[in-house]
C-alpha cells in the first residue's frame, strides 16, 4: 500500500466528537465530492471506505442513513430527503449565492473545525509522496477560490503552502519535510507522522553519512596527492645528488617521508626527532620541493 494510502486510510479511521468539527469535515466532502443542486445531494467517490464515512456523518447530523446508488458504474450516497439535503447544504456550505465563499466561514470558525476540513480536504483530493523518495504532500482542486481557501486555511498552521496550476487543476502543495510533518499533525495522522518522521531521520542520517565520507575521501586524496608530490622531489634529489645534498633536518625529513609516503603531517612530524608540529613539517617538505625544482632548473 502506497504511503498516501496508508495516511487516508488513517485519517478515515478518525472522528470527531464535537458537532462543529463533524459539520467542518462533512463541509469538505460536499464541497470536493458532493453535488448539491438545490434540492438533490449526492457523494460520488470511488473510495467506498469513504462513502461509508460521509453516510456515518450525515446520519449523525440528520439522523437518516442516506442510501448507496450505482451512478456511471461508480458508487453513490444520496440523501433521502430533500429537507435534510437542504438542511445540510445549508450548514456545510451554506446559503446558495452568487457571492458565497468558496468555504463557508461558519464551518470553519474553530482551529479544530479547521483541522477537521483539512482532513476531509485530503482524504477527497490529497496525496503525499513516499519520504524516502521525496518530500511532496498536494491537494488538487478543481476551483481556484477553493485552492486559494484551503491554502488559507492551511497558512493559519504557520505552514507555508504554494499553489502551482496543472492541467486545469490547482494544486495546493508542500515541499518541506518539516512542513509535512506539520500538516500530517494537524490532520491528526500521528502513526503516518511517526512513520514519516523514522524515515525521515534515517534517510537524513544517510545523507550526512554520504557527506562525511565524501568529505573525507577528499581529504584523503588531498594527502596523498600531496605525498606523491613530495616522493617524487625527493627521489629526484636521492638520484641526482644524493640526500646528503641536503641540511641534516631536511635529510631526516625527507628519508621519513620516503618511509611512509602517504602518512599525514601531523604524523610524520612525530616520527622525526624531536618531534615537530605540523607546520614546521610541511614547512621542510615545501623547502625540500623547491630545492628538487631548482636541481630540475639547474639541469
Ligand atoms: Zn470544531
Known amino acids: 500500500m502506497s504511503f498516501s494510502s496508508e495516511v487516508k486510510n488513517e485519517l478515515l479511521q478518525v472522528s470527531d466528537s464535537a458537532r462543529h468539527c463533524q459539520i467542518a469535515e462533512l463541509t469538505a466532502f460536499v464541497n470536493l465530492c458532493g ?16 462513502l461509508d464515512k460521509i453516510s456515518s456523518l450525515v446520519e449523525i447530523l440528520t439522523g437518516t442513513r442516506p442510501e448507496i446508488l450505482l451512478y456511471e458504474n461508480k458508487f453513490c450516497a444520496r440523501l433521502r430527503s430533500l429537507e435534510d439535503a437542504q438542511k445540510l447544504a445549508n450548514i456545510t456550505i451554506g446559503k446558495r449565492g452568487y457571492d458565497r465563499p468558496a468555504i463557508n466561514p461558519l464551518a470553519v470558525s474553530s482551529v479544530c473545525c479547521k483541522r477537521a476540513y483539512i ?28 485552492a486559494n481557501a484551503l491554502k488559507g486555511l492551511i497558512s493559519s498552521f ?45 534517510k537524513e542520517m544517510r545523507n550526512n553519512v554520504n557527506r562525511i565520507v565524501n568529505c573525507e575521501t577528499a581529504n584523503l586524496n588531498k594527502v596523498v596527492s600531496a605525498g606523491v608530490r613530495q616522493v617524487e622531489a625527493i627521489e629526484y634529489i636521492r ?8 641540511s641534516p633536518s631536511l635529510e631526516e625529513m625527507a628519508r621519513v617521508r620516503l618511509e611512509y609516503p ?3 603531517l601531523k604524523e610524520l612530524g612525530e616520527k622525526l626527532k624531536p618531534p615537530v608540529g605540523k607546520s614546521g613539517v610541511n614547512h621542510r617538505l615545501k623547502k625540500i620541493c623547491e630545492i628538487a625544482e631548482n636541481l630540475k632548473g639547474d639541469i
Open 35 to 50: 453535488y448539491y443542486d438545490g434540492e438533490i445531494l449526492i457523494f460520488l467517490s470511488e473510495n467506498t471506505r469513504l
Open 119 to 146: 482532513r476531509g480536504a485530503f482524504i477527497c483530493t490529497g496525496s503525499v509522496s513516499d519520504p524516502r523518495k521525496q518530500y511532496h504532500l498536494e491537494f488538487s482542486n478543481s476551483d481556484y477560490d477553493h
Open 158 to 202: 504557520g505552514i507555508d503552502a504554494k499553489i502551482i496550476t496543472r492541467k486545469n487543476h490547482y494544486v495546493v502543495y508542500i515541499k518541506e519535510g518539516e512542513q509535512i510533518v506539520d500538516m500530517l499533525n494537524v490532520m491528526s495522522a500521528h502513526k503516518a507522522l511517526l512513520e514519516f518522521e523514522n524515515l525521515r531521520v534515517v
Open 239 to 246: 638520484k641526482t645528488v644524493g640526500l646528503s645534498y641536503l
Open 262 to 264: 602517504d602518512t599525514s
